[in-house]
């Protein structure tokens, strides 16, 4: 356990816990998906949806945050902003710095990580949570045809069918259910009399 506990990273600064140890996380060979908020975040005012860049991300809420909101309300009557409401205009500043701050100094991402993509939470128009979306995303080209072979594969084999499928069971199951039936009737009728 104590090995385990030297690959932590000991948080010093700003930690909400002083004993809270952070997991290293390995960017070089991972990467990661930013849907929910961060999705409406960066594609709703600011159009950057998909790849994260820093600069990018960086110099378009600059961009926008210093827009006077007269300049900014104007935009959005003419319909700049087709993706956002009023509410996401006003956070909008506010929502930039904090998903930076939490990527680059909370989570420690580094400043030009390329593995990290905004991805929207709607597939095809029927809204999806993070979790779901998250999965989604991750397989959406997954080889279907090789899993309907393994499948079929598993079917073709009599012997090694696993007790779920054997049709003694269901037979079994419905023969319960019927017995319990009829007991249910038999004593229904004992103490219900027709008038």
Request: charged residues 20%; hydrophobic residues 35%.
């Amino acid at each position: 356990q104590v090995e385990t506990q030297e690959k932590f990273i000991t948080c010093t600064q700003n930690c909400p816990d002083s004993k809270m140890s952070l997991p290293p996380v390995q960017f070089d060979n991972s990467e990661f998906f930013g849907f929910s908020e961060f999705w409406y975040s960066m594609d709703d005012v600011l159009g950057m949806g998909g790849q994260y860049m820093y600069n990018k991300y960086k110099t378009a809420s600059k961009e926008f945050c210093s827009a006077k909101w007269k300049t900014t309300w104007a935009k959005f009557v003419q319909g700049v902003y087709p993706n956002s409401d009023a509410e996401r205009l006003q956070t909008q500043c506010f929502k930039s710095a904090w998903i930076s701050s939490v990527l680059h100094t909370g989570l420690r991402f580094p400043l030009y990580y390329g593995h990290l993509t905004a991805a929207p939470n709607t597939v095809q128009g029927e809204v999806v949570h993070w979790t779901l979306g998250a999965l989604l995303y991750r397989t959406r080209y997954l080889p279907l045809r090789s899993i309907e072979k393994v499948v079929q594969h598993h079917h073709k084999s009599g012997l090694d069918r696993g007790y779920m499928y054997s049709p003694y069971i269901v037979w079994l199951c419905l023969l319960a259910v019927c017995c319990c039936i009829v007991l249910y009737v038999s004593r229904l009728r004992r103490y219900v009399k027709p008038s």
